[in-house]
């Protein structure tokens, strides 16, 4: 059989695709599951969730994937540069190296506030926390200079300084379970693991130890590997 012939044998429809790490999965017409990266396409455009779509397959990888219609965005011309927004320019930043930390920490506090599904690596966890660590300390100390300006610093207590840090405490609450969350799903674990945390001490370390575990190389229950 050509290549030809294989591909047109071999139909599917996407069922996700993250144009962010350049990964995605389609349901075959045969009944399987086959995942592909954004290498795998064989045009510049990206398919959206829902989007036909013919390949090659590889064992349970899709290759040259080609969309047929659907949901899918727009092919653009060649030279044309796509929205900063759009699921293609967001692959093509995934294909040409990983995110920054400072990156991860702007995504986690952003689209990804409340995100309980899917994984994040060590890179994501971790650039996170140290970010969120550095505004606080910022905003701690810009609280104090402001304090000292108004003669709080005279007082008991360092007002704005406590009122600013305790603002940015509430509103990093729930991005820091969120990732935490999602870095135990990056390792095979579930999620109400987080609950060690309520644990004195101990609990705390045992989060921390599974933080630095890598991430598992292959798709599992919560989605694909990140990249």
Not at 135 to 140: D, H, I
Request: glycine content about 12%.
């Amino acid at each position: 059989m050509d290549d030809k012939s294989e591909r047109a044998g071999m139909r599917g429809e996407v069922l996700y695709f993250d144009g962010e790490r350049g990964v995605g999965f389609i349901n075959g017409d045969d009944g399987n599951r086959y995942h592909f990266a954004s290498p795998d396409l064989a045009s510049i455009s990206a398919p959206g969730k829902g989007a036909k779509v013919e390949f090659l397959t590889e064992g349970n990888r899709a290759r040259d994937v080609t969309a047929l219609g659907g949901p899918a965005e727009k092919t653009r011309q060649a030279g044309e540069e796509p929205p900063a927004t759009s699921p293609s320019r967001l692959a093509d930043i995934a294909a040409t190296g990983r995110r920054s930390l400072f990156g991860h920490f702007l995504d986690c506090v952003t689209v990804s506030y409340v995100k309980l599904g899917g994984r994040a690596p060590r890179r994501e966890f971790w650039g996170f926390f140290l970010f969120a660590f550095i505004v606080m300390a910022a905003a701690l100390f810009a609280g104090l200079i402001a304090d000292g300006m108004v003669g709080n610093l005279d007082r008991e207590e360092p007002v704005l300084a406590l009122g600013l840090t305790g603002i940015l405490v509430l509103a990093l609450a729930l991005p820091s379970i969120a990732v935490t969350i999602r870095r135990l799903h990056d390792i095979g674990l579930s999620g109400w693991f987080i609950l060690l945390g309520f644990v004195p001490t101990v609990g705390n370390l045992i989060i921390l130890v599974f933080a630095l575990i890598p991430s598992q190389k292959s798709e599992n229950k919560w989605g694909p590997a990140p990249r």
